[in-house]
Every structure is written in structure tokens, then in C-alpha cells.
């Protein structure tokens, strides 16, 4: 049973704008997960991004701050990611998972950043 399917990504301008959905169907207990978006930029380490507790606290990277946002959508069991200004250092493969990271992972959704 296939539980994280992330959508949303593609090839932006620097200084452009996505909003990325993660549907998470089959997960069991959803509103009292805290999710959490990752990213894997080619040659890198997947780092986490953002996350976003079951009571709506939110925490990012430093480096993504007052650019990406965080939300979720319980009873659609979808978390999103709405990311503005981006940068080609914003350049990878986004995921989405549970804040502890286990979950099966989805396939990602690619996010290309043009200069």
C-alpha cells in the first residue's frame, strides 16, 4: 500500500513559487503525527526542510525561513509546502514524511530552480 504521494514540484525561475502536496491516504493516526517535509539535492545528504507538529507548530531550516510554509490538511490527511523566492540552491528532490522519518518514502517530487 503505497502511504506518501508527493506532487506539486517542477522547473521554476529563481525567484519563483510552488506549492507541493504530500496526500498521505494510508497513514493510520495522521492528526497526531507530526510530518515533516525533506529534501535531496543531487550528491547531497536528504536533509529535513520543515516540519509541522499535530497541534500546528511549525519549524524550519534556517536557510528556507520566511520562504517556505508549512501546512496541513487533516482531514484530506495532506500536508503541504509553499515555497516562494526560491533559489537554485533550492534545487532537489522533495519528500514528505513522518518528523522521525519512518514512514515508507514516497517517489519525491522534483524541484528544478533556474538562474
Known amino acids: 500500500q503505497v502511504h506518501l504521494v508527493e506532487s506539486g514540484g517542477g522547473l521554476v525561475q529563481a525567484g519563483g513559487s510552488l506549492r507541493l502536496s504530500c496526500a498521505a491516504p494510508?497513514?493510520?493516526?495522521?492528526?497526531?503525527?507530526?510530518m515533516a517535509w525533506y529534501r535531496q539535492a543531487p550528491g547531497k545528504q536528504r536533509e529535513l526542510v520543515a516540519h509541522?507538529?499535530?497541534?500546528?507548530?511549525?519549524d524550519y531550516i534556517e536557510s528556507v525561513k520566511g520562504r517556505f510554509t508549512i501546512s496541513r490538511d487533516n482531514a484530506q490527511k495532506t500536508v503541504y509546502l509553499r515555497m516562494i523566492s526560491l533559489k537554485p540552491e533550492d534545487t532537489a528532490v522533495y519528500y514528505c514524511?513522518?518528523?522521525?522519518?519512518?514512514?515508507?518514502w514516497g517517489q519525491g517530487t522534483q524541484v528544478t530552480v533556474s538562474s
Open positions: 514524511n513522518s518528523r522521525d522519518g519512518r514512514l515508507e
Open positions: 509541522i507538529t499535530n497541534d500546528l507548530n511549525t
Open positions: 494510508g497513514i493510520t493516526f495522521f492528526t497526531f503525527k507530526s
